[in-house]
């Protein structure tokens, strides 16, 4: 069982920056990979980002490549999105999860344990 919350979400004009946490209770963390997703009022939840479990691979949506980083520290049990050159379709509210399923790292199925979310929302 891992439990992960979401905290560094708020209000950020656009082309500046946020960088959210996720820390996990439990000692199993560092065995999973890791997802980023969003999901705006009235959309589906998508995916942001993954990391594997030991930080060597990282996979991004298009819409982030090269804006967002996503970096993990197992000794602090957190896993971290680097948000930079925000734009307002990046409003949304953030979830980390483990990713506890084989499968693809974008889809969210592939994930058993999530976090509440955290808002971000860019004004333009």
């Known amino acids: 069982q891992v439990q992960l919350v979401e905290s560094g979400g708020g209000l950020v004009q656009a082309g500046g920056s946020l960088r959210l946490s996720c820390a996990a209770s439990g000692r199993t963390f560092s065995t999973y990979a890791m997802g980023w997703f969003r999901q705006a009022p009235g959309e589906e939840r998508d995916f942001v980002a993954a990391i594997t479990w030991n930080g060597a691979n990282t996979y991004y949506a298009d819409s982030v490549k090269g804006r967002f980083t996503i970096s993990r520290d197992n000794a602090r049990n957190t896993v971290y999105l680097q948000m930079n050159s925000l734009k307002p379709e990046d409003t949304a509210v953030y979830y980390c999860?483990?990713?506890?399923?084989?499968?693809?790292?974008?889809?969210?199925?592939?994930?058993?344990?999530w976090g509440q979310g955290t808002q971000v929302t860019v004004s333009s």
């Open positions: 999860a483990a990713k506890t399923r084989s499968g693809p790292y974008s889809y969210k199925g592939s994930y058993d344990y």
